[in-house]
């Protein structure tokens, strides 16, 4: 190989590597987020959550207050890169004065992970009902680490969490012959939503760099291309700088 065509290889590489990196996948972010929650539906329900996500593994762990002494479904709702947020009494469509789990979904979404005690945790357990948290003594806690794929750990934080479940008419249990919104099994105070929390980022840090900003989504990887291209600058400089010396020297 002559003496160009190997500066000529050096500088090809050089640009390879400029192409790689700069265009290689975003790189995974570890990231932690809390909220308060806020009544809905006249519930004086009150709380709070935090979630820990790393890598794929997302740890929760919830307080919720002024609850009666019944199961309450929970899940984690929203759409991946929208602005969610929790329902207002204006969304009461039919008028009978409750915000249903229904007419609570243009705010908040669609079901993403059911919060359950055991068993599964995407959104085909979002019903079932025997997997949830019990209220005692008017309040409940919940901790539970699973595992989710990675679109889900990436948009954690554009989830709000939401609690149902609601004794209206003070009977002890969910009755009444309102149905439920989602299911004809189901009375609607076993599903009315009483209480909602937007998921705020309080830290975050991408896998296998340095600190970067929080927010849920992964951390892009271009800030390295001024780096790059510096390295780039180098080689391709020094080659050149090689390949005219080395016509002189002829």
């Known amino acids: 190989m002559t003496t160009f065509a190997r500066l000529l290889a050096r500088i090809l590489a050089a640009c390879a590597l400029v192409v790689a990196i ?6 995974a972010q570890d990231a932690d987020y809390s909220g308060t929650l806020g009544p809905l539906n006249d519930s004086g329900a009150s709380g ?7 890598g794929t593994t997302v ?8 609850v009666v002494d019944l199961v309450h479904a929970q899940h984690l709702h929203g759409e991946f890169d ?11 469509e039919d008028g009978d004065g409750v915000i249903s789990t229904a007419e609570g979904v243009p705010n908040y979404g669609t079901v993403k992970l059911s919060l359950t005690t055991d068993g599964g945790t995407d959104s085909s357990y979002a019903l079932a009902v025997e997997s949830f948290p019990v209220g005692s003594g ?3 806690t919940y901790t539970r680490s699973f595992e989710v794929d990675q679109e889900t750990a990436d948009g954690i934080g554009d989830l709000l969490f939401v609690v149902h479940g609601f004794d209206k008419d003070g009977s002890g249990e969910y009755d009444g012959d309102a149905v439920s919104s989602l299911s004809d099994d189901l009375p609607l105070e076993a599903t009315m939503p009483i ?6 980022a309080t830290g975050a840090t991408p896998a296998g760099a ?3 900003g929080a927010g849920g989504s992964a951390q892009s990887t ?7 291209f510096a390295f780039a600058a180098i080689v391709i400089g020094g080659s050149a700088f090689a390949l005219t010396r080395g016509r002189r020297l002829r």
């Open 22 to 27: 700069t265009t290689s996948p975003a790189l």
């Open 195 to 200: 209480a909602c929390a937007q998921l705020v």
């Open 59 to 66: 740890t929760v762990t919830a307080t919720v207050n002024n």
């Open 138 to 140: 008017g309040s409940y």
């Open 82 to 92: 929208f602005e969610n947020s929790c329902p207002g009494p204006d969304l009461d």
């Open 48 to 54: 709070d959550i935090t979630v820990s996500v790393e």
């Open 222 to 228: 271009t800030s390295a291309a001024p780096f790059a």
């Open 210 to 212: 340095v600190a970067a």
